[in-house]
Protein backbone atom coordinates (compact mmCIF):
# COMPACT_ATOMS: atom_id res chain seq x y z
CA UNK A 1 0.00 0.00 0.00
CA UNK A 2 3.15 2.22 0.41
CA UNK A 3 3.10 2.74 -3.62
CA UNK A 4 -0.02 4.88 -2.79
CA UNK A 5 1.07 7.50 -1.00
CA UNK A 6 2.45 8.96 -4.26
CA UNK A 7 0.63 12.11 -5.30
CA UNK A 8 1.24 10.78 -8.86
CA UNK A 9 -0.76 7.32 -7.92
CA UNK A 10 -2.94 9.06 -5.11
CA UNK A 11 -4.44 11.49 -7.36
CA UNK A 12 -5.61 9.69 -10.38
CA UNK A 13 -6.76 6.80 -8.43
CA UNK A 14 -9.38 9.18 -5.62
CA UNK A 15 -10.11 11.24 -8.94
CA UNK A 16 -11.13 7.98 -11.05
CA UNK A 17 -13.33 6.65 -8.54
CA UNK A 18 -14.44 10.20 -7.58
CA UNK A 19 -15.66 10.63 -11.41
CA UNK A 20 -17.23 7.74 -10.78
CA UNK A 21 -19.23 8.73 -8.04
CA UNK A 22 -20.27 12.09 -9.44
CA UNK A 23 -21.18 10.66 -12.82
CA UNK A 24 -23.56 8.49 -11.33
CA UNK A 25 -24.75 11.29 -8.95
CA UNK A 26 -25.53 13.25 -11.77
CA UNK A 27 -26.68 10.90 -14.50
CA UNK A 28 -29.44 9.85 -11.78
CA UNK A 29 -30.00 13.30 -10.97
CA UNK A 30 -30.31 14.46 -14.63
CA UNK A 31 -32.52 11.84 -15.19
CA UNK A 32 -35.34 11.99 -12.86
CA UNK A 33 -35.28 16.23 -13.20
CA UNK A 34 -35.75 15.39 -17.15
CA UNK A 35 -36.85 12.39 -18.17
CA UNK A 36 -34.40 11.51 -20.61
CA UNK A 37 -32.12 8.78 -20.69
CA UNK A 38 -28.47 9.76 -18.80
CA UNK A 39 -26.52 7.06 -17.20
CA UNK A 40 -22.72 7.06 -16.44
CA UNK A 41 -20.04 4.95 -18.64
CA UNK A 42 -17.78 3.91 -16.72
CA UNK A 43 -14.71 2.92 -18.68
CA UNK A 44 -14.80 6.63 -19.47
CA UNK A 45 -15.40 7.77 -16.24
CA UNK A 46 -12.34 6.40 -15.00
CA UNK A 47 -10.16 7.75 -18.12
CA UNK A 48 -11.44 11.11 -17.43
CA UNK A 49 -11.16 10.99 -13.66
CA UNK A 50 -7.56 9.45 -13.63
CA UNK A 51 -6.30 11.99 -16.12
CA UNK A 52 -7.94 15.30 -14.07
CA UNK A 53 -6.70 13.86 -11.04
CA UNK A 54 -3.64 13.70 -12.23
CA UNK A 55 -3.84 16.97 -13.93
CA UNK A 56 -4.95 18.29 -10.15
CA UNK A 57 -1.94 17.13 -8.89
CA UNK A 58 0.55 18.37 -11.35
CA UNK A 59 -1.23 21.53 -11.30
CA UNK A 60 0.25 22.69 -14.64
CA UNK A 61 -1.73 26.54 -14.77
CA UNK A 62 -2.15 26.15 -11.01
CA UNK A 63 -5.83 26.21 -9.11
CA UNK A 64 -7.25 27.47 -12.58
CA UNK A 65 -6.33 23.87 -14.00
CA UNK A 66 -8.85 22.24 -12.26
CA UNK A 67 -11.42 24.67 -13.99
CA UNK A 68 -9.97 23.93 -17.41
CA UNK A 69 -10.32 20.27 -16.66
CA UNK A 70 -14.37 21.38 -16.30
CA UNK A 71 -14.34 22.98 -19.04
CA UNK A 72 -12.79 19.70 -21.07
CA UNK A 73 -15.08 17.61 -19.25
CA UNK A 74 -18.18 19.66 -20.80
CA UNK A 75 -16.93 19.85 -24.27
CA UNK A 76 -16.38 15.92 -23.93
CA UNK A 77 -19.93 15.44 -23.28
CA UNK A 78 -21.03 17.74 -26.01
CA UNK A 79 -18.85 15.56 -28.18
CA UNK A 80 -20.08 12.41 -27.02
CA UNK A 81 -16.99 10.84 -25.30
CA UNK A 82 -17.76 12.37 -21.57
CA UNK A 83 -18.29 10.59 -18.68
CA UNK A 84 -21.78 10.37 -18.89
CA UNK A 85 -23.52 8.60 -21.83
CA UNK A 86 -26.45 10.90 -23.34
CA UNK A 87 -29.26 11.02 -25.35
CA UNK A 88 -31.06 14.21 -24.62
CA UNK A 89 -31.05 17.27 -26.52
CA UNK A 90 -28.55 19.80 -26.25
CA UNK A 91 -29.71 22.14 -23.73
CA UNK A 92 -30.26 19.04 -21.27
CA UNK A 93 -26.71 17.79 -22.22
CA UNK A 94 -24.85 21.17 -21.65
CA UNK A 95 -26.57 21.83 -18.14
CA UNK A 96 -24.97 17.70 -17.51
CA UNK A 97 -22.14 18.47 -18.30
CA UNK A 98 -21.52 21.79 -17.33
CA UNK A 99 -22.43 20.58 -13.70
CA UNK A 100 -20.46 17.61 -13.44
CA UNK A 101 -17.13 19.81 -14.41
CA UNK A 102 -17.92 22.40 -11.61
CA UNK A 103 -18.63 19.60 -9.25
CA UNK A 104 -15.32 17.70 -10.22
CA UNK A 105 -13.15 20.91 -10.27
CA UNK A 106 -14.26 22.45 -6.88
CA UNK A 107 -14.46 18.93 -4.78
CA UNK A 108 -11.16 17.44 -6.23
CA UNK A 109 -9.47 20.99 -5.06
CA UNK A 110 -10.91 20.26 -1.71
CA UNK A 111 -10.36 16.42 -1.78
CA UNK A 112 -6.58 16.47 -2.86
CA UNK A 113 -5.90 19.93 -0.72
CA UNK A 114 -2.40 20.53 -1.29
CA UNK A 115 -1.24 17.27 -1.80
CA UNK A 116 2.35 17.33 -3.63
CA UNK A 117 3.17 15.20 -6.59
CA UNK A 118 5.73 13.55 -5.13
CA UNK A 119 5.78 11.51 -1.80
CA UNK A 120 3.09 12.49 0.81
CA UNK A 121 3.54 11.81 4.20
CA UNK A 122 1.01 9.60 6.24
CA UNK A 123 -0.90 12.73 7.30
CA UNK A 124 -1.21 14.01 4.03
CA UNK A 125 -2.43 10.31 2.17
CA UNK A 126 -4.73 9.72 5.11
CA UNK A 127 -6.65 13.50 4.95
CA UNK A 128 -6.74 13.18 0.95
CA UNK A 129 -8.71 9.84 1.81
CA UNK A 130 -10.62 10.77 4.75
CA UNK A 131 -11.95 13.92 2.51
CA UNK A 132 -12.64 11.17 -0.50
CA UNK A 133 -14.75 8.98 1.85
CA UNK A 134 -16.74 12.06 3.66
CA UNK A 135 -17.75 13.66 0.30
CA UNK A 136 -18.73 9.28 -0.49
CA UNK A 137 -20.79 9.40 2.32
CA UNK A 138 -22.57 12.60 1.99
CA UNK A 139 -23.59 11.60 -1.43
CA UNK A 140 -24.57 8.16 -0.73
CA UNK A 141 -26.72 8.88 2.45
CA UNK A 142 -28.44 11.95 1.06
CA UNK A 143 -29.11 10.31 -2.09
CA UNK A 144 -30.83 7.70 0.43
CA UNK A 145 -32.73 9.95 1.55
CA UNK A 146 -34.06 12.29 -1.19
CA UNK A 147 -34.72 10.00 -4.27
CA UNK A 148 -37.40 8.35 -2.71
CA UNK A 149 -39.07 11.42 -1.84
CA UNK A 150 -38.22 12.94 -4.69
CA UNK A 151 -39.88 9.99 -6.39
CA UNK A 152 -42.71 10.33 -4.31
CA UNK A 153 -43.33 13.96 -4.48
CA UNK A 154 -42.84 13.90 -8.11
CA UNK A 155 -45.16 11.21 -8.86
CA UNK A 156 -48.31 13.03 -6.65
CA UNK A 157 -48.09 15.64 -9.24
CA UNK A 158 -48.60 13.88 -11.99
CA UNK A 159 -52.34 12.68 -13.73
CA UNK A 160 -52.94 9.53 -14.71
CA UNK A 161 -52.27 10.30 -18.33
CA UNK A 162 -48.71 10.49 -17.74
CA UNK A 163 -47.81 8.08 -15.32
CA UNK A 164 -49.32 5.54 -17.70
CA UNK A 165 -47.14 7.09 -21.02
CA UNK A 166 -44.45 6.68 -18.82
CA UNK A 167 -44.05 5.52 -15.11
CA UNK A 168 -40.27 5.95 -15.13
CA UNK A 169 -40.31 9.82 -16.34
CA UNK A 170 -40.75 12.22 -13.06
CA UNK A 171 -40.04 15.51 -14.58
CA UNK A 172 -43.24 17.90 -14.07
CA UNK A 173 -44.89 20.19 -16.34
CA UNK A 174 -44.95 23.56 -14.47
CA UNK A 175 -46.94 25.34 -17.02
CA UNK A 176 -50.21 23.34 -15.21
CA UNK A 177 -49.66 26.18 -12.74
CA UNK A 178 -52.24 24.88 -9.81
CA UNK A 179 -53.30 22.34 -11.16
CA UNK A 180 -50.19 20.55 -10.52
CA UNK A 181 -51.76 19.87 -6.73
CA UNK A 182 -54.89 18.24 -8.40
CA UNK A 183 -53.87 15.20 -6.10
CA UNK A 184 -54.17 16.73 -2.90
CA UNK A 185 -57.07 18.38 -3.39
CA UNK A 186 -59.03 15.43 -4.55
CA UNK A 187 -57.38 13.94 -1.30
CA UNK A 188 -59.18 16.52 0.75
CA UNK A 189 -62.34 16.95 -0.98
CA UNK A 190 -63.31 12.75 -2.04
CA UNK A 191 -61.08 11.19 0.76
CA UNK A 192 -61.41 12.66 3.61
CA UNK A 193 -58.03 13.41 4.49
CA UNK A 194 -58.52 16.42 6.19
CA UNK A 195 -60.38 14.18 8.73
CA UNK A 196 -57.44 11.80 9.00
CA UNK A 197 -54.97 14.32 9.45
CA UNK A 198 -56.86 16.22 12.43
CA UNK A 199 -57.50 12.43 13.97
CA UNK A 200 -53.91 11.81 13.71
CA UNK A 201 -53.11 14.86 15.07
CA UNK A 202 -55.18 14.94 18.10
CA UNK A 203 -54.12 11.51 18.56
CA UNK A 204 -50.35 11.92 18.81
CA UNK A 205 -50.45 15.54 21.15
CA UNK A 206 -52.61 13.02 23.73
CA UNK A 207 -49.65 10.36 23.23
CA UNK A 208 -47.26 12.84 24.18
CA UNK A 209 -49.04 14.49 27.06
CA UNK A 210 -50.15 11.24 28.36
CA UNK A 211 -46.43 9.52 27.72
CA UNK A 212 -44.78 12.69 29.79
CA UNK A 213 -47.28 12.44 32.64
CA UNK A 214 -46.27 8.94 33.30
CA UNK A 215 -42.73 9.06 32.22
CA UNK A 216 -41.17 12.71 34.31
CA UNK A 217 -42.62 11.17 37.73
CA UNK A 218 -41.31 7.61 36.71
CA UNK A 219 -38.15 8.62 35.44
CA UNK A 220 -37.14 11.21 38.32
CA UNK A 221 -38.12 7.86 41.48
CA UNK A 222 -35.62 5.98 39.11
CA UNK A 223 -32.90 8.50 38.82
CA UNK A 224 -33.20 10.47 42.13
CA UNK A 225 -35.42 8.16 44.60
CA UNK A 226 -34.24 5.43 46.84
CA UNK A 227 -35.99 2.35 46.58
CA UNK A 228 -36.65 -1.58 46.94
CA UNK A 229 -36.09 -2.93 43.52
CA UNK A 230 -35.15 0.41 42.06
CA UNK A 231 -31.77 -1.04 40.10
CA UNK A 232 -34.14 -4.12 38.73
CA UNK A 233 -36.59 -1.27 37.45
CA UNK A 234 -34.07 0.61 35.71
CA UNK A 235 -32.75 -2.06 33.81
CA UNK A 236 -35.90 -3.51 32.68
CA UNK A 237 -37.22 -0.45 31.50
CA UNK A 238 -36.87 -1.19 27.94
CA UNK A 239 -37.99 -5.12 28.21
CA UNK A 240 -41.64 -4.18 26.50
CA UNK A 241 -39.16 -3.93 23.01
CA UNK A 242 -37.59 -7.17 23.80
CA UNK A 243 -41.31 -8.77 22.39
CA UNK A 244 -41.86 -8.07 19.20
CA UNK A 245 -45.17 -6.11 18.57
CA UNK A 246 -46.96 -8.90 16.15
CA UNK A 247 -46.79 -11.12 19.05
CA UNK A 248 -48.60 -8.82 20.86
CA UNK A 249 -51.32 -7.86 18.03
CA UNK A 250 -54.00 -11.18 18.47
CA UNK A 251 -54.11 -10.42 22.65
CA UNK A 252 -54.70 -6.75 22.09
CA UNK A 253 -57.25 -7.46 19.50
CA UNK A 254 -59.03 -9.62 21.16
CA UNK A 255 -59.11 -8.02 24.67
CA UNK A 256 -59.80 -4.61 22.62
CA UNK A 257 -62.77 -6.33 20.77
CA UNK A 258 -63.96 -7.70 24.30
CA UNK A 259 -63.72 -4.29 26.03
CA UNK A 260 -65.54 -2.39 23.03
CA UNK A 261 -62.71 -0.58 22.67
CA UNK A 262 -61.85 -1.53 18.76
CA UNK A 263 -62.28 0.59 16.63
CA UNK A 264 -62.82 3.77 18.80
CA UNK A 265 -60.03 6.57 19.28
CA UNK A 266 -60.43 6.40 23.30
CA UNK A 267 -59.02 2.35 22.83
CA UNK A 268 -56.06 4.23 20.00
CA UNK A 269 -55.60 6.71 22.46
CA UNK A 270 -54.73 4.19 25.59
CA UNK A 271 -52.75 1.66 23.44
CA UNK A 272 -50.32 4.12 22.17
CA UNK A 273 -48.69 5.08 25.35
CA UNK A 274 -47.99 1.85 26.23
CA UNK A 275 -45.40 1.38 23.24
CA UNK A 276 -43.82 5.38 23.97
CA UNK A 277 -43.61 5.72 28.05
CA UNK A 278 -40.81 2.47 28.33
CA UNK A 279 -38.26 4.53 25.72
CA UNK A 280 -39.33 7.89 27.39
CA UNK A 281 -38.27 6.63 30.45
CA UNK A 282 -35.53 5.59 29.36
CA UNK A 283 -34.71 8.57 27.81
CA UNK A 284 -35.71 10.83 30.77
CA UNK A 285 -34.07 9.02 33.26
CA UNK A 286 -30.71 8.86 31.77
CA UNK A 287 -31.18 12.99 31.24
CA UNK A 288 -32.02 13.20 35.09
CA UNK A 289 -29.20 11.35 36.33
CA UNK A 290 -26.91 14.43 34.28
CA UNK A 291 -28.71 17.33 36.24
CA UNK A 292 -26.28 18.68 39.20
CA UNK A 293 -27.30 17.12 42.07
CA UNK A 294 -26.62 20.95 43.92
CA UNK A 295 -29.13 22.52 42.33
CA UNK A 296 -31.89 20.46 43.44
CA UNK A 297 -30.65 19.94 46.94
CA UNK A 298 -30.19 23.73 47.04
CA UNK A 299 -34.19 24.07 46.89
CA UNK A 300 -34.71 21.59 49.39
CA UNK A 301 -32.71 23.57 51.58
CA UNK A 302 -34.86 27.02 51.01
CA UNK A 303 -38.04 24.93 51.42
CA UNK A 304 -39.36 23.46 48.39
CA UNK A 305 -41.36 20.41 48.63
CA UNK A 306 -40.32 17.57 46.73
CA UNK A 307 -42.89 18.31 43.79
CA UNK A 308 -42.49 21.73 44.18
CA UNK A 309 -38.01 20.89 43.08
CA UNK A 310 -39.44 19.05 40.15
CA UNK A 311 -41.85 21.14 38.85
CA UNK A 312 -39.46 24.59 39.18
CA UNK A 313 -36.44 23.35 38.71
CA UNK A 314 -35.74 19.74 37.13
CA UNK A 315 -38.53 20.55 34.51
CA UNK A 316 -36.80 24.26 33.08
CA UNK A 317 -33.39 22.68 33.25
CA UNK A 318 -34.67 19.77 31.28
CA UNK A 319 -36.57 21.42 28.32
CA UNK A 320 -34.01 20.22 26.09
CA UNK A 321 -35.00 16.10 26.85
CA UNK A 322 -38.66 17.24 27.08
CA UNK A 323 -38.62 18.35 23.39
CA UNK A 324 -36.00 15.47 22.11
CA UNK A 325 -38.51 12.85 24.07
CA UNK A 326 -42.12 14.61 22.66
CA UNK A 327 -41.04 14.71 19.13
CA UNK A 328 -39.92 11.49 19.44
CA UNK A 329 -43.22 10.50 21.12
CA UNK A 330 -45.12 12.45 18.50
CA UNK A 331 -43.29 10.48 15.40
CA UNK A 332 -44.08 7.38 16.51
CA UNK A 333 -47.47 7.79 17.55
CA UNK A 334 -47.95 9.91 13.88
CA UNK A 335 -46.47 6.87 12.09
CA UNK A 336 -48.16 3.98 13.33
CA UNK A 337 -49.76 1.94 11.73
CA UNK A 338 -49.75 -1.98 13.07
CA UNK A 339 -52.42 -0.89 15.81
CA UNK A 340 -54.06 1.45 13.80
CA UNK A 341 -54.90 -1.10 11.30
CA UNK A 342 -55.98 -3.78 13.31
CA UNK A 343 -58.12 -1.83 15.88
CA UNK A 344 -59.97 0.46 13.32
CA UNK A 345 -62.28 -0.43 10.52
CA UNK A 346 -64.53 2.31 10.57
CA UNK A 347 -63.10 5.31 7.69
CA UNK A 348 -64.49 8.36 9.96
CA UNK A 349 -62.26 7.35 12.98
CA UNK A 350 -58.97 6.16 10.66
CA UNK A 351 -55.35 8.01 11.18
CA UNK A 352 -53.49 9.22 8.82
CA UNK A 353 -51.68 6.07 8.09
CA UNK A 354 -54.42 3.95 8.53
CA UNK A 355 -56.27 6.30 5.90
CA UNK A 356 -52.82 5.91 3.47
CA UNK A 357 -53.22 2.29 3.84
CA UNK A 358 -56.87 2.89 1.95
CA UNK A 359 -55.42 4.36 -0.78
CA UNK A 360 -53.35 1.07 -1.80
CA UNK A 361 -55.40 -0.22 -4.21
CA UNK A 362 -55.56 -0.63 -7.96
CA UNK A 363 -58.90 1.48 -8.39
CA UNK A 364 -57.43 4.24 -6.74
CA UNK A 365 -54.68 6.43 -9.15
CA UNK A 366 -51.36 5.95 -7.68
CA UNK A 367 -50.56 9.69 -7.28
CA UNK A 368 -53.27 9.90 -5.09
CA UNK A 369 -51.21 6.97 -2.84
CA UNK A 370 -47.81 9.23 -3.17
CA UNK A 371 -49.52 12.52 -2.56
CA UNK A 372 -50.98 11.15 0.72
CA UNK A 373 -47.52 10.16 1.68
CA UNK A 374 -46.62 13.41 0.94
CA UNK A 375 -49.07 15.41 3.45
CA UNK A 376 -47.70 12.23 6.14
CA UNK A 377 -44.20 13.03 6.12
CA UNK A 378 -43.65 16.84 5.56
CA UNK A 379 -45.60 17.72 8.77
CA UNK A 380 -43.15 15.49 10.80
CA UNK A 381 -40.12 17.00 8.81
CA UNK A 382 -41.33 20.70 9.95
CA UNK A 383 -41.81 19.63 13.13
CA UNK A 384 -38.50 18.02 13.21
CA UNK A 385 -36.48 20.96 11.97
CA UNK A 386 -38.40 23.42 14.11
CA UNK A 387 -37.41 21.86 17.22
CA UNK A 388 -34.28 20.40 16.38
CA UNK A 389 -32.21 23.52 18.07
CA UNK A 390 -33.93 22.39 21.24
CA UNK A 391 -33.37 19.05 20.86
CA UNK A 392 -29.39 19.95 20.89
CA UNK A 393 -29.54 23.36 23.05
CA UNK A 394 -27.83 22.54 26.88
CA UNK A 395 -30.32 24.65 28.91
CA UNK A 396 -28.01 23.40 32.44
CA UNK A 397 -24.78 25.04 31.32
CA UNK A 398 -24.18 27.98 34.27
CA UNK A 399 -26.55 26.64 36.77
CA UNK A 400 -24.16 25.74 39.39
CA UNK A 401 -21.11 28.09 39.66
CA UNK A 402 -17.74 27.26 41.87
Same mark, same amino acid.
Given at each position: ??????????? !??????????????????????????????????????????????????????????????????????????? /??????????????????ARSMLA????????????????????? #????????????????? #?????????????????? !?????????????????????? &???????????????????? #????????????????LRFRGQ????????????? !??????????????????????????????????????????????? $????????????????????????????? !?????????? @?????? /?? $???????????? #???? &???????????????????????????????????? @?????????????
Amino acid at each position: MSFLRHGLVTG !PVLGALWMVILATTVAVAMSFATGEPFRPVIWLSLLWGAVLGLMAILRPAGPAGAWIGAAAILAGTLAGIGPMGI /EAPVVPTAIAGAILGAAFARSMLAILGDCPPGALTRHEFEAAVIR #FLTGFGYIFFTAIVLIP #FYVMVMTSLKNQSELLQN !PLDFSIDLSQGLGLFRSYVELI &RDFNFGSYLWTSFYVSVLTV #FITLAFSIPGAYAVARLRFRGQALMARSILLIYMV !PMIVLALPIYIAFSMTGLRNTIFGIVMIYPVTTIPVALYMLQGYFRG $LPHEVEEAGLMDGLSRLAVIWKITLPLSL !PALASVSLYV @FMIAWN /EF $LLAFMLLDDPSK #FTLT &RGIASLNSSEIPRQHLMAGAVIATVPIMALFLGLER @FMTKGLTAGSVKG
